[in-house]
């Protein structure tokens, strides 16, 4: 008994077709593996963006295993012809792209922050003139709240293509004095008030919170129109805040305390008024004439 050809083909494409559904729900079904294998290794990190990430790639693992399935048995189980279908869905997803350029644009500046990792959440940044602490890092966007209390919104997008200043990741704090003496203040007493300085920062109490890697600095650097400049340098560390302000006020009072011990005066703005009845402008304008 000969069975026609055109027979064979349909049992065949029919036989053909269990094996075809049964590999796409073995497909299907090995997404969550891949779901479970990412939850894991999202759940030892902090930040809250790559946890929403998982269950967006897992929709997109089992659109694309039905989509893929479904053209695989149209071909070759229903013998359509599937270029045109992709074709269509190619047209479809560019004017898509297009439509949503500016979402595509956000989408891909998370996946960005996500692997990048500039920040994360708890962060102090500064961007784009606003310093402030994130918030909350979103598939759109991300939320700043600044140092004095607004909430600010920042595309993703903008984030990429921007600087970003990770305030939290420095080692350290720098502080920079500048400490302004009297004019009338003998070379002995300025090498004295650069001794004081140096001991106050290899003093227990401000040296133990500097930074070793970077040496505190003191150098008489400026001869001003009002003062003679001190300038001293340091590195506070660990660099949180607060600590940092307290070590400040410390460092402020003991140099207080020992410039007036020492009888080294601050230098202000002042200027020198010669009077026209003045004896001694008298004798300098006469001895200027005769020369």
Known sequence: ??????LQTFVGRKVLLPYIVSLGWLLYNLTEVITLALT???ARTESKLDDQVVPIIRKAL???VIVVSALFTAENVFGTDISAWLAGLGIVGLALSLAAQDSVKNVFGSITVLFDRPFQVGDRIQFDGYDGVVEEIGFRSMRIRT???????????????????????RRAIRRIVDIAITYDTPPDKVRRALDILREILADPRIASALDPANPPQVFFTDLSAYSLNLRVWYWFAPADWWPYVAHAERFNLMLLERFNAEGIDFAFPTQTLHLASDPKRRLAVESAARS
């Open 62 to 64: 089992r659109i694309f």
């Open 1 to 6: 008994m000969s069975v026609s050809a055109g």
């Open 147 to 169: 140092l004095a209390g607004e909430l600010v919104t920042i595309p993703n997008s903008k984030v990429v293509d921007g600087s970003v200043m990770n305030i939290s990741r």
């Open 40 to 42: 894991r290794l999202t």
